[in-house]
């Protein structure tokens, strides 16, 4: 059995010096998968508050906007 981990947040900062992002209200997520199930399944969830991530460890990034509601 393989994990891995991911984290979804709030994106507050972008740094250069060390290269990293800030997130919030962070939600630490455990995916793992099997030999019988290869697609990466959601094992567990964990608030974690806000965290650092070194870019160097980052291996994929997805950002999402938030949509606005439009009355119309």
Not at 17 to 30: C, F, K, M, N
Request: no cysteine.
């Amino acid at each position: 059995m393989d994990s891995t981990y991911g984290f979804e947040g709030t994106l507050e900062a972008i740094t250069q010096e060390p290269a990293g992002i800030w997130l919030s209200e962070v939600e630490a997520i455990v995916l793992r998968t099997t030999l019988v199930q290869p697609i990466p399944q959601v094992a567990s969830r964990e608030e974690t508050g806000d965290i650092y991530l070194p870019l160097n460890a980052v291996q994929r990034i997805e950002i999402l906007q938030q949509t606005q509601n439009r009355n119309r």
